[in-house]
Structure formats: structure tokens, C-alpha cells
């Protein structure tokens, strides 16, 4: 049996002085159900991300660089399938409780995963800036996070997501030194996929916002995304690529790069599961849970099978 | 040995070709196989597949002596015509439904293990190397193939969706041992150890006890020499091909 507090000041407390939060503590409601939603939404992340993904990995330009981007994407899964299990231990929800509730679309996923992967340009843009985004957060919630089980998944989710980055960015830097069709289809990737990937941090973060106050969180929306504008902005451009804000600004003295006003419209659209790829992407993942519902439902009653059998 | 000689050379790609498109046919599988457990086997056997035709293509590539360069590897894997690949249309048909992809699945593993059993002792040390290495593999397949089905065959409603895909499949999958151009040749240097086809009947009792089903009367007409490409086989070409074909000069 896990620890217990005697009340909401006691565990946040408990918390402010680095506690670290177990399965098995009796953990007041508000943090279970909140830590819960967000890694229902981190792994309902990793799985979408996937099937973004996977539309292209079979017409992957190579026969080893397929062999990478598949393993990119078993990764993804395989986050999935860890934050799941974490997920389900906290007794919110069962594991295919989620995932029905997911295919139904009653729950949560990032943003860009409601838009489609168009091109090979666009399967390279998430791979670079889509993930990096993701790791920032990762990396963010990692520092500091109280839920023990989240932080310690988090530990191989990042260094994973590190390494897809860097793939990610091989594969930019060869179209970037690449033929003009090849730099023509990544600026429009890069056109597509810079404001979705920068909305994946969210709105600003709000005064009293729990997930900080409860350390699940350690850093703010908007310091996370201002890092990485600072980061891609003079990166893309030095490969000759233009970013698509026309309020981007720039100050010489900081060297320091700004982004200009964000329409947050298109992601409240998507938390609405009304993006531009929402319908399809949730429609075709429901239609391949159910086609293979009688592998699940025989695997499933497989151990009353076999008691009955020894009975 | 110096120089594979056009006939091993035909035979290798065969041999290449088949697991460069299983693999490809797992790759459809990610993210939408019935749990995610299954998503992750199947995505790394698909990864398993095309590393095998990654090494043999790397063999023919480097006439004998593996070459580690993705362009040569990728001209091989891509860059033919439909007439000049020796894939057998087991790996080449569609498969959109998870029956047909475990009993396929099940059915070129089972030809697999005895396929790379003919060239474990070959006198082309690179090849005895990479059917080493594969075996180690393969038992993991195998067993994953063997697991689902030991479960799911018995049950009335799941062993009759596998039984359909089977008897679908079972004609197409005896064309994996359809001798190819080239086999005699390489028996005859000691590439490999005997003709393919001298296994079929060893394969065909696997098949039988595991199915319970006899497959001579699944038997194809005639060998075709796995010169002819299924209907399927097009638009597949046409979907690898797709980024390669967007600009002739690009390297991706």
C-alpha cells in the first residue's frame, strides 16, 4: 500500500519539495484524473503520429531508409503501447477502453496528427519539426515530473525521439542540397507543417495552470515554443528555405528570433476533431479496430478457453 | 569465387525479390494490425524481410562481394523492369485482410527456414554468412506465426477465415518453389546445397499437419518460372516507386 496525505496542501507540499508520485499512493482524485488525461493524450499521440506515418513508410525511397522509417514508427507505437499500460494503471480507464474511446473520437490527440502526410516532403517535416516539437515538451515534462512511472517511460521515449530528430534532420539536409523539385515539394512540407508544429505547444500557458502546479509539467507553452522558433527559424533559413510567417521579426542585438501573431483557430478546430484530416484519420483507424475485432475477441477468450478445457 | 555468372545471379535476385516484397507487404501492417503488440512483431519481422533482401541485393550488387552503398543496393531493389524481377505472386498479390496476412505470413516462413537451409553451406561465403544470421531471425518469426494459429485455428469462426485465405493462397505460395532461371548453375557450384523444389514435399507435410488440410489440391497448373507477374504486382511497383519516380536525379 502507497502512501496517503491528509489533504490537498499536504500533497502539494509533498510535491513542492521534488516528491515523486507511485501507482500505488493513494493520490487525491484531481491528480489522478489529471496526470491520467495527459498521458491518455500523449499516448493516443504516439499512436496517431504513427498512422500519419504510415501512409508512406511502403513508398519510402530506399530499401534500407525503409527499414529506418519503419523503425521510427515502431517506435511511436511502441511509446503508445508503454504510456497505455502507464495510462491504464491508474485506473481512469482500462487499455482498450482508451482505444475505443480514441477511434470514437471522444478523446484527445495532438494537433498535427489531424492533418495529413500529402508528401514525402511532409513525412520528412514531421519527422524534423514535429518531433522536435514533441521532444521539447517531452523534454519539459521529463525534467521535473512527478508521476515516477510517466517520468521513468519518458527516459526512453526521449532519447528515442532524440534520434528520430536527427533523422529527421539528415533526411532535410539531403533535400536541401537536393534537386529543385526536391526543395521545391519541402518549402511547401514547410509551409504546411510550421504552424501546426508550432501550435503543438499550445496557447500560452494560464496563471494557476495544475499541470505546473502539480509538476507534471515544468516549463511554459509559450518558452517551449518560443525555443523552438529560436531554434528552427535560423536553421531552415540557412539551408535557403523561407518560414512562413510574415510577422516572424528578428532583433540583431539578441540575435533572437520572434514569431509573429498565432491563429489558434485551426487547433481549436482540431481539439474539436474538425482539422483537416480529423474525419478520415479517426473513420480509418475505427475501421481497422473493428476489422480485426475476431482476432482480439478469440485471443481475448483464450484463457477462459483454456480453463474450461482443464476443468 | 569471382564473379557470380548471370545464372546465380538470377538466382539470387529470386531469392531477393521474395523478401524484399514480403517485407514490403508486412510494411502496409503498422498501425493497423489487431493489437499493438502485433503491430510492433509484425513491423519488425516486415524489418527483418527487407534487411535479408537488403543483404542479397548487396551480394548481386557487388558481384559476389557485398557492397555497402545504398545506390547500388536501391537500383537493384527498385530500378527494374516488371519482366526482369523473379519474385514468386505470393508476395506480389494484395493482402488486405489480417487472415491473409498471418497465413501468408506462415506459409513463406515455413519455405523461408528451408530456403536458407539450401545455401547455409554455400561456397559463396557471403551468402552461407547472411543464412546464418537469418535463421536467428526466422525462429522468432516462425514462432509468431505458429503462436496466433495454434490460437486462433481451432476457433470455429477465426480457423475458417484462416482456412479461406489459405486455400486462397495455398496455389501461389507452391510457386515459391518454382525453379528459376539459374538454379541449376548454382547447385552445380555450390551455391546452393540442391535444387529448391527438393523440399516442397517436406514443406507440403508443415502445410498439411498444420492446417490439416491436404495441399495437392491446391497444386498450380504449370510452373511458370515466376517470369509472370500477378495483376497485383503493378500498382505494388507503382507505390514503391512513387517518391523515386517524382525526379530521376533526386537521392532522398
Redesign the interface.
Known sequence: MGRTWTSMDDFEAFLDGGGIVEVDDDMPDAYRQAVFAFIEMHANSE?MG??TE?DW???????????AV??K??DE??H??LL?MVGADLTVKTRPGMLEDLFAGRSKFHNVFHYQAKT?GDQVAISFLVDAAALASQQAVFKNCSYGPYRRILKRIISEEGFHMRMGEE?ML??AA??E??RT?FQQSLDDWWWPALQLFGPDTRPGDVLLRWHIKSERNEVLRASWVQKFVPLLMSYGFTIPDPGLTHDPAADTWTSGPIDWEPLKRTLAMGGPDSARRIAD?AA?WA??????R??D??PT?AAGTAA | MTGLGSAVREFLLAFADDE?LIG?QH??W???????????AF??I??DE??H??AL?AIVAGDGDPVDD?LR??DL??GRAPEDWRSAQLVEITSD??AHALVRHWLYDAAEQLRWEQVAQSSLTPLAEAAARAEREEQYHRRHADG?LD??LP?P??GD?LRTALADLLPLAVGLFDPVAGEAEAVATGVASAPFDSRLDEWTDRVRRRFDVDPARFLPAAPTGRLDRHPDFGPLLV??R???D??P????
Do not use: C
Open positions: 499512436l504513427g498512422l504510415r513508410i511502403p513508398r519510402t525511397p530506399g530499401l534500407r531508409h525503409k527499414m519503419l523503425a514508427t515502431q507505437i511502441g503508445a503501447h497505455y514525402w533526411r539531403r533535400i537536393g534537386t523539385m526536391q515539394m483507424a481497422n476489422d480485426t475485432h475476431w482476432v482480439r478469440v485471443l477468450d483464450a478457453r | 524484399h514490403q510494411t502496409e503498422i498501425g493497423v494490425a489487431p493489437f499493438l503488440e502485433e503491430d510492433l513491423s519488425s516486415a524489418q527487407l534487411g533482401a537488403a541485393y545504398d543496393i536501391d531493389a527498385f485482410d489480417w496466433l490460437v486462433l476457433v469462426d477465426s477465415r507505390r514503391m512513387e517518391v523515386i517524382l525526379d536525379a533526386a537521392i532522398w
